[in-house]
């Protein structure tokens, strides 16, 4: 079982920035890919950013040059630097650790962008 706890959600203005962090506990040795994904009231979860255990990134066309994920695998820590922040950013931000049995999530945190 693996276990995901995120924080650095927040209310923040238009061309603000926030640091997300989800740490990994339990059997993180399994841990494949660590990444986000973002749903919005109304509208379907999708994929913000996503990071191999070798470290490939994938972004989101949306977020590309304004989002980076980065992983310290000492500390079985994924971050998602947010800068130049829209209001269409604003999203329950959900983090996500592959393994290859399933999927686990967090809780979620919550991202609000105001104009």
């Known amino acids: 079982q693996v276990q995901l706890v995120e924080s650095g959600g927040g209310l923040v203005q238009a061309g603000g920035s926030l640091r997300l962090s989800c740490t990994a506990s339990g059997t993180t040795g399994v841990i494949t890919t660590m990444g986000w994904h973002r749903q919005a009231p109304g509208k379907q979860r999708e994929l913000v950013a996503a990071?191999?255990?070798?470290?490939?990134?994938n972004y989101a066309d949306s977020v590309k040059g304004r989002f980076t994920i980065s992983r310290d695998s000492a500390k079985n820590t994924v971050y998602l630097q947010m800068n130049s922040l829209k209001p269409e950013d604003t999203a329950i931000y959900y983090c996500?650790?592959?393994?290859?049995?399933?999927?686990?999530w967090g809780q979620g945190t919550q991202v609000t962008v105001s104009s």
């Open positions: 996500l650790a592959t393994t290859i049995a399933r999927n686990y």
């Open positions: 990071i191999s255990r070798a470290g490939y990134t």
